[in-house]
């Protein structure tokens, strides 16, 4: 495609060069992380926990190899090479059968060389297995536990990376690694030995804070020394120079806070990588409210002459080639096989507001916007925080990207983000200092962790329900008996069954997520990310255990929509209209509508289906996500926090759509379910309107954070009128108090002619969920559902509204 | 269905309205074959505050497009063909009725877009686009779109086994659309292409 050669048109040469590097570059695994990690665990004789992970981490970073590429401004790798993702043995430790899968699988693979089979084999393996986090997380759940999780009823985050779902606020552009130093020494020095029961505790979470700081500044030397060495054998002069600059950089951040832009950019850079070399953080790390962190560093270098926009540019455009070089550490067990993505989360939130409630764009946003357009590329993603205070030229700067249908950017109500992290309990000007991670994740940037423990399958419970505690899947008995449906004589009967069910299975999440949550404290610290968030130091508390000035846990519910509409088939026909039995609905479940195709369609076309504004349906979902919303929120967790609810898929609603047979919607067994808040794939027939007027009926405020997904042809978005027509859509959304809505700009017949010849379209990027994907590396079923997602050619139904039967 | 529950549909994108000052157009078919519901909805429309807008050829009782009037913010009025025989012979009625009632609209300051179906062979001939162009001018209508002909409808005939007379009529091609739409500026009309 000629895309990529118009893209290189506005680059300068250098940037062009890098970004060509980081797309022709193949991942690979790295098991230099593992090597050393391993090395130092077998020598070291720590007894406490969090000193003995910091002096790891500082083994790892004064030890690994140090990369600096040529062209590049911006330094460090988290492995030894761009686009080589570490393992973390601590958390999951591959077996040598994963690497053959990483290695030889056709999407998504990472070559693994023999020297990292040997390591692997020989010293990491021995030493980790039965150690590492996964490992103690399952001998410690019980079976019911167990039953529900093999069961898909839901999934566990942590049994393969670590607690993180955490963004950076401000700190670093105020103070350098050696202040945060000087801070923990206030802090070990009022401890009150006398009074205080966890002085002792605090006290080596405090030295550790201090060990990691001195390895993150140590690594920044150590670039510098290598940029010294490489500025005497370089040859031409320009390139000497710079290396000799990028020395100076790293010698002064992050010890010391940044001088200017340059310095911003790389001390955020080193702060990233500590963050996800010390743990494989879920989400990888982000920078937030970037364009608001640099801004007074842009300023300056503007108004002293010693930056332009162009320079700025570059810089920015050095560090989203870093961004991309990092493809997301391989996951092991099933997931290895499966696992449908390299992107590892990091969202850069542009717009919203200031602190003090001020419309936050400047000109750093549509420098940002400008970088996004140019470099296009998988990482990092990006979002508009759309405020009702940001003006339309910032909304429609943002849909002039998304129009070229790769996805990005999304676009999030900034005024909503603020209203849910208020209900929540947080301060005013920490909630508008907050912001999005991860896919739609709301959280206070700098202060807080919230942390997301699995997706939860709501129609699986239903199923469940249906079956009176037994999951036909496997004929095995993993809920309670709440009564033969065939039995229940109003829809009443049937949600109150439905309840009951979904409250056994949360208290067995529950019970997990709290058993988990106290092994991350106990044995898995996180004292170089405890640095950067307040009040870690202030309390001497760990990032894992409370440490944060709040502590968020979060449980995903996964496919309202295909619950939704089964419920409402199943209130309508069964109940309602009586057009058909409870005991003919179970038997064409039974057999996957085998020799029901008739019923099949009934239920399919003619039951009203939530995303058409149709308050029969939509009432239900009120039904739904008050149910979920009532079983979770306000519960309390183990670092003085509480659950809360929000409402993503990522890509498990295909993993649990594989995990649940035919539903009451007319949806065949092991398909897709809905994805985020989306309807159900086809289900919505009145066009874009109708879905985000039904979207908006779920009550955002009660959530973290709610995904909608939808896809548009080019067409619809062509000159200034279809921008507008978009941005008045997401404003109406806004309005009636939507969290997040993102748009796939492509056609199906370009989607399937990729499917079809994938050489001819591989930089072609689509929106999955709350992330973009190179189409090509999604698997199958993903590409499937991606084609078959409603498209609309137009604000208007594209499909008649009643199908015959 | 009753006004009511039209406006009940009407109601449910009242947010998108506002937003984009948008509302509701009504169209057909000929909306003014059925005279009494339609100024009924639009009374309606306007006592809530919803911006209307009228999709027709014209072609209905003056006293009828009179009243009606009063309750539409926007007239989208087709002007297919200023030859009155010609007319005829198309469309199966004289086009004196549509002129008559385009000149109360204009007389009592309605705003309106016209529209012509720009249709190859038909009407796209100079003769019909200067006493387009004369009398849009005598009349100070400024506004034109013009709508180049598609073929959407012709499996609708085949399915419905109806004679399509149109059939072996090719749509105007951009260009052609281009040109005419130059034409018309040139004599200090807002066109638009598409619609």
Known sequence: MDFVCELEADMNERVNRLRRATLETTPRLSIERAALLTEFCRKDKTASVPIRRARAFQYIMENKEIYIGKDELIVGERGPTPKAAPTFPELCCHSLGDFEILNSREKISYSVDNRARQIQRDEVIPYWQGRSMRDLIFAEMTPEWKDAYEAGMFTEFMEQRAPGHTVLGDVIYRQGLTDLKTEIKTALSHLDFINDPEASAKRDELRAMAIAADAVIRFAERHAEKAEDLAKAESDRGRQAELYKIAEVCRHVPAYPPRDFWEALQAYWFTHLGVVTELNTWDSFCPGRFDQHLYPFYQKGMEGGTLTRDKAKELLECLWVKFNNQPAPPKVGVTAAESGTYTDFANINNGGLKRDGSDGVNDVTYLILDVIDEMHLLQPSSNLQLSKKNSDAFLKRGLEIVRQGWGQPSIFNADMVVEELLRQGKRVEDARGGGISGCVETGAFGKEAYILTGYFNLPKVLEVTLNNGIDPRTGKKIGIETGDASAFSSYEQLVAAFRKQLHYFVDIKLRGNQVIERLYADYMPAPFLSLLVDDCIAKGKDYNDGGPRYNTTYIMGVAPATCTDSLAAIKYHVFDRKTLSMEELLLALAHDFAGHEKLRRLLWDRTPKFGNDDNYADAILADVFNAFFEEIDGRRNTKGGNYRVNYLSTTCHVYFGSMTGATPDGRRAWEPLSDGISPVQGADRKGPTAVVKSAAKMDHVRTGGTLLNQKFTPQLLKGEDGLDKVAHLVRSYFRLGGHHIQFNVVTAATLCAAQADPEKYRDLIVRVAGYSDYFCDLTRALQDEIIARTEHEAFAPAIPETATV | ?195
Do not use: W
Not at chain 2, 1 to 15: F, G
Not at chain 2, 42 to 70: H, K, N, P, Q, Y
Not at chain 2, 128 to 150: G, K, Q, T, V
């Open chain 2, 1 to 195: 269905m009753t006004v009511a529950e039209v406006l009940a549909e009407v109601s449910k994108d009242q947010v998108f309205f506002d937003e984009s000052e948008g509302g509701i157009t009504v169209s057909g078919g000929e909306p003014l074959t059925q005279p009494v519901f339609v100024e009924a909805l639009l009374a309606a429309c306007r006592a809530r505050r919803i911006r209307t807008a009228l999709d027709t050829c014209g072609f209905a009782d003056s006293r009828v497009v009179r009243r009606i009037s009063e309750y539409v913010d926007l007239f989208l009025y087709d002007l297919k063909l200023m030859n009155c025989e010609k007319h005829r012979r198309f469309t199966g009625v004289k086009n004196d009725l549509i002129l008559h009632n385009l000149r109360i609209l204009a007389a009592q300051r309605s705003a309106v877009i016209v529209r012509l179906p720009v249709i190859p062979g038909v009407n796209d001939d100079t003769d019909n686009i200067d006493a387009l162009s004369d009398f849009l001018s005598s009349l100070d209508l400024r506004e034109i779109e013009l709508l180049p002909y598609h073929r959407i409808g012709s499996e609708k005939y085949n399915r419905l086994r109806l004679c399509n007379r149109m059939e072996g009529v090719d749509p105007p091609g951009g260009e052609q659309m281009e040109t005419l739409a130059a034409r018309l500026r040139r004599d200090g009309f807002c066109v638009r292409i598409g619609g």
